[in-house]
């Protein structure tokens, strides 16, 4: 094929425009989607010559390598994926192949602004190398076609006017494919191996690829005046040492199989992504198939972050599409109440170009979403089903055990107590934001008691627990565990030997808005309306205080009168023991505790 010049597809002319005149604050994405092509590349080949072991042509280490010329003023990225063949050279590189892609050009409007803002969430794949570049040369030989059949395909991006590129045939023994961008002026920063270097961590750490660029040693200058204080040299530079690196970690742990991973790596790569010195309590990594196709890899912290409460605080996760970094801190993916939570989801679903607008929007995420909720909420019932070590049954005898089994339960004892005391104040949040998992939720909750001081009984432990007769779960929100132990509304529960739950957590109070009831059993504060003690309370009782409030009348009467600005009502109670009087809400009212929260807000 001799030299030929093609003109662009119109939405790649537009695209390119655009490219060019609006992504300078984002430039360095342009690597970020070189490399991941080139990654592809390998992957596509891969894929062929599982059925076609010939394409490898003996050469089946597949790499990236990324190599700069300072003097020259090029970039140059190099695959030995499948390569391109004039024809494909042509069609991908000339043409918007993707429907995606040429929806998103048709929705541009042609001002520039607003178009600058919609490419920045945009990726735009090979043709972001002209962010940096005025001039990009492809290299390219497909695997299994002979040498003299390679193409080089070059374009201005159309900074020449009219949008056109170049092909031509050339001889290239090498498979696969080089990117060479001829960088522009105000570029040059990336023809320094630092640069170069910094950016690969940032977005391509996990790409399972290894990424060599070329070792690099501080030479130290000429000797002009061995007499001169400093050694008498000039000043010296990096020279190459034609030894190659890999720059990448090139190890995506979340793409491997979890029998290939250790404990070990599994914390490491946990304290890489949250910063956290500590190892986390548990993680969870599993490949989802189906409709929507995903890795997670979750860890539950030990630890609660200092801003946990702020409105700005970050969520957790990150979002990798087919190991190719795209965000930190990826909120859609985990609902709120589970922002503790850190880890890596990696989709194989959604565009490279995703934004966090789509995210929102995305029935991938949905997905995702739902389906990290579910596991992370696994992880917490198994931490707290082995919170405690299991107890003797009924004959004295605990279930037999392998020693391993044994060591395992042994390390996991107190993690969720841990667990509980850093976060369980944000997992309370969910009653209120996750209707579809409140039930779950619920069985994960823990209190303190009027009989136990640790925050550890749960629901489910107090139902057990409950007195013959006894139809509600009692409890009392007070600002502190003394508060609420010594509260004269506890009186009549102490006397009678029924526990009563303490919550002392600011988000109690709201949260219990979403849970009226325990499996079937009430939740009924202890501070609220008249004390229905129902078939705990015996019939000599009932009736003295019938006989009471009858015979109180006319006092009962004088002390509304005196507090009528103060109190709804006065009555008598059978709810102390001790104490002469104490206050309560009426039934539905707002609790004392939540009435001085809203005072304390200023409401
Ligand atoms: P995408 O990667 O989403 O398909 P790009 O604009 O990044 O879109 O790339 C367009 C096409 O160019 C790719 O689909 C592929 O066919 C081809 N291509 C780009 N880079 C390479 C490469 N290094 N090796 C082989 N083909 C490539
Ligand atoms: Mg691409």
Redesign the pocket.
């Known amino acids: 094929m001799t030299k030929q010049t093609m003109n662009f597809q119109a939405e790649v002319a537009q695209l390119l425009h655009l490219v060019t005149h609006s992504l300078y604050s984002n430039k360095e994405i342009f690597l970020r989607?070189?490399i991941?092509?080139?990654s592809?590349?390998c992957d596509?080949l891969r894929f062929e010559a599982i059925n076609n072991s010939g394409l490898y042509e003996n050469d089946s280490e597949l790499k990236v390598k990324v190599t700069f010329d300072k003097d020259a003023k090029t970039l140059t990225?190099t695959?030995n994926?499948?390569?391109?063949s004039q024809q494909?050279?042509i069609?991908?590189?000339g043409t918007?192949?993707?429907s995606g892609?040429k929806d998103f050009v048709s929705k541009l409007t042609g001002d520039q602004k607003a178009d600058s803002n919609l490419i920045g969430q945009f990726?735009?794949?090979?043709?972001?190398g002209f962010i940096v570049a005025d001039k990009i040369t492809?290299e390219?030989r497909?695997a299994g076609l002979p040498a003299d059949q390679a193409v080089r395909w070059v374009s201005d991006g159309g900074a020449s006017g009219g949008g056109a590129f170049e092909v031509e045939s050339i001889t290239r023994e090498a498979r696969?494919?080089?990117?060479i961008l001829h960088l522009r002026d105000d570029a040059q920063d990336y023809a320094q191996a630092w640069k170069v270097k910094g950016i690969i961590n940032k977005y391509s750490d996990h790409i399972s690829l290894p990424i060599q660029m070329e070792k690099e040693e501080w030479k130290d200058g000429e000797l002009i005046n061995p007499s001169d204080e400093n050694g008498g040299r000039q000043p010296g530079a990096m020279v190459k040492t034609g030894e190659w690196e890999t720059v990448n970690k090139a190890n995506a742990i979340w793409s491997r199989a979890k029998k290939d991973i250790t404990q070990e790596q599994y914390d490491d790569f946990y304290k890489q992504i949250s910063h956290d010195f500590e190892a986390p309590l548990a993680h969870t990594h599993n490949r989802v198939e189906g409709s929507t196709e995903y890795t997670q890899l979750l860890y539950i912290p030990g630890k609660a972050p200092v801003d946990l409460y702020n409105r700005d605080h970050k969520a957790g996760l990150k979002l990798y599409v087919k190991r190719v970094f795209i965000m930190d801190d990826a909120e859609a993916l985990l609902p709120s109440y589970l922002r503790f939570v850190k880890g890596v989801v990696d989709s194989a679903d959604l565009?490279?170009?995703v934004s966090r607008e789509l995210l929102q929007e995305s029935r991938d995420v949905k997905a995702i979403r739902d389906g990290n909720t579910k596991r992370v909420l696994s992880m917490l019932e198994t931490l707290a089903k082995n919170d405690k070590l299991p107890e003797a049954g009924a004959d004295g005898v605990t279930d037999v055990v392998s020693a391993e089994e044994k060591a395992e339960q042994e390390a996991n004892v107190g993690k969720y107590s841990k667990f509980y005391a850093e976060f369980g104040a944000v997992l309370k949040e969910g009653l209120g934001e996750d209707f579809a998992n409140k039930d779950r939720l619920s069985k994960l909750l823990r209190f303190a008691s009027s009989t136990t001081d640790s925050v550890s009984v749960s629901l489910a432990d107090y139902k057990a627990r409950m007195k013959e007769g006894q139809e509600a779960i009692y409890y009392i929100t007070a600002d502190t565990l003394a508060a609420a132990k010594n509260s004269p509304q506890l009186e009549v529960f102490k006397k009678k030997g029924i526990e009563v739950l303490l919550m002392t957590d600011r988000v109690d109070e709201w949260a219990l808005n979403y849970l009226h009831d325990f499996d079937g059993t009430p939740l009924q504060s202890v501070a609220k309306g008249a004390v229905d003690l129902g078939k705990l309370q015996d019939e000599a009782e009932k009736k003295a205080a019938e006989e009471a409030a009858e015979a109180f009348k006319p006092l009962l009467a004088k002390l509304k009168e005196a507090l009528k600005d103060k109190a709804d009502d006065v009555r008598v109670t059978t709810r102390l023991v001790d104490s002469p009087a104490c206050l309560v809400v009426q039934d539905h009212g707002m609790s004392t505790q939540l009435a001085r929260m809203l005072k304390q807000a200023g409401q």
Request: no cysteine; glycine share 12%; hydrophobic share 40%.
């Open positions: 989607e070189l991941s092509n080139a592809d590349a596509k990225i695959d994926g499948i390569g391109l494909e050279a069609d991908n590189l918007i192949a993707k892609t990726g735009v794949g090979f043709y972001s492809v390219s497909r696969g494919t080089s990117v565009p490279l170009n």
